[in-house]
């Protein structure tokens, strides 16, 4: 079962909650953390993607870098602006996107679990971006940025956290810039900690990792560092637990990842749409967009037009966890077999875009006469997610989109 703990949250005071509050290191640029920093001396991204204290010039993995942040991190403590709680306690951490709220259980989740398999994962991760993760941990001895879990919903849970929401003031609660709202609760009674912690001990059989892989691996792989360096070690240290925030399945939304590539691989777009009538029935062009509605249904701009991609049977395997996925049947059918794209993670001729930024991306994209061809999917279900993370499996790169992001800076977990 699940082992999740309070802990001694280092928090903002409410007045500068918003404002310190950031997105995650890895959802933006160098430029873009720069500009979203601009006249916020209380950002995060001072700590996150302290390169943007350095001159335009230095290397973003340099020491020079790594120095910057543990110095704002001390800073950002001597003045005040993250405070640590005294007692071990659970937070709840809730986003509101387009009238629908989610609500999360922010705890330290067991370097345990993960190392073996009680957390699990559904991607591959790639050692230099765990790598810099794992520095930034080491350097600053804090998880300052939490990962972003979600586990079979617990009907207990459940009311635990509908009683706190709807009794108590939240301790923090923004729109951000980007119109999502964020509220957080702090569980502050003695009893109700020790019940979460017993529940998730009891009723949580496992917990999955649903955005942040790198983040994950770096913040447990850590842990287990710091346990073999220690000859004392006990086993109930705050280096053997890291930051999440879990959310049960039933409120997730995973949004669809959606596909750009630069040229058809030599054939022209007649060519390319007869080989896809091998595989697909297609629909009638259009210049209006065309959403895929359903699984196996995709939609594809090329050309200033839209079509309907649907598979056709025997194209896919249901009974395969990983075939019937509609990035497999797209990757397998269309960009390995026609446009000769066969590593996703590498190619440069081919891109990505979450579904966040709407269909109308994927036609900018083409129109600009940057890429050739764009290609929506229907969106993962977290059923699917779970089936493939039990099973062992890996999803293909670029498969699942969660928003809205986790606000980094609301509570940040210390090693030490």
Aim: aromatic share 10%; hydrophobic share 40%; proline share 4%.
């Amino acid at each position: 079962m699940a082992i999740v703990k309070p802990f001694k949250g280092l928090r903002p005071p409410q007045n500068i909650a918003q404002d310190l509050a950031c997105l995650p290191y890895d959802v933006m640029n160098r430029n873009e953390a720069k500009k979203m920093a601009e006249e916020k001396e209380v950002s995060l991204l001072h700590i996150t993607r302290s390169e943007i204290d350095c001159s335009d010039e230095t290397d973003i993995h340099s020491k020079a870098v790594y120095d910057k942040s543990i110095a704002n991190f001390k800073a950002f403590q001597q003045k005040g602006w993250l405070v640590q709680d005294t007692e071990a306690k659970f937070y709840i951490y809730a986003q509101t996107m387009n009238g629908r709220t989610q609500y999360g259980i922010v705890g330290a989740a067991a370097v345990y679990d993960y190392m073996n398999g009680i957390i699990k994962k559904h991607e591959l991760t790639r050692k230099e971006k765990e790598e810099d993760r794992m520095i930034h941990v080491r350097i600053n001895d804090a998880n300052i940025e939490p990962v972003f879990f979600t586990y079979p919903a617990v009907a207990e849970i459940d009311e635990l956290v509908a009683e706190i929401v709807n009794s108590q003031k939240p301790e923090y609660d923004f729109v951000a810039e980007d119109g999502f709202g964020h509220h957080f609760w702090v569980i502050n009674d003695q009893a109700t900690n020790n019940k979460i912690e017993t529940l998730f001990a009891t009723k949580v059989p496992a917990t999955y990792v649903a955005d942040g892989h790198h983040r994950t691996a770096a913040a447990a792989l850590v842990g287990n560092e710091k346990k073999k360096q220690n000859p004392n070690h006990k086993g109930d240290e705050e280096y053997n637990f890291f930051l999440a925030v879990h959310f049960p399945d039933t409120q997730l939304k995973i949004i669809d990842y959606n596909r750009v590539v630069k040229d058809l691989n030599g054939l022209s777009k007649e060519e390319f749409i007869n080989k896809l009538a091998d595989k697909f029935e297609l629909s009638e062009a259009t210049s209006e967009i065309v959403k895929p509605s359903k699984l196996h249904e995709f939609s594809m701009y090329i050309k200033g037009e839209w079509y309907k991609l649907s598979a056709k049977e025997g194209t896919f395997n249901n009974s395969d966890p990983i075939g019937v996925l509609d990035v497999t049947i797209l990757s397998n059918l269309v960009l390995d077999e026609l446009l000769g794209i066969k590593d996703l993670r590498t190619d440069k001729r081919i891109d990505f875009v979450g579904g966040i930024r709407g269909l109308g991306e994927l036609a900018k994209r083409v129109d600009s006469g940057e890429m050739e061809v764009a290609f929506a999917m229907y969106p993962v279900s977290m059923q699917q997610l779970i089936d493939i993370a039990d099973t062992g499996n890996i999803m293909p790169p670029k498969t699942t989109w969660f928003e809205p992001k986790l606000r980094s800076g609301l509570v940040i977990h210390k090693l030490d």
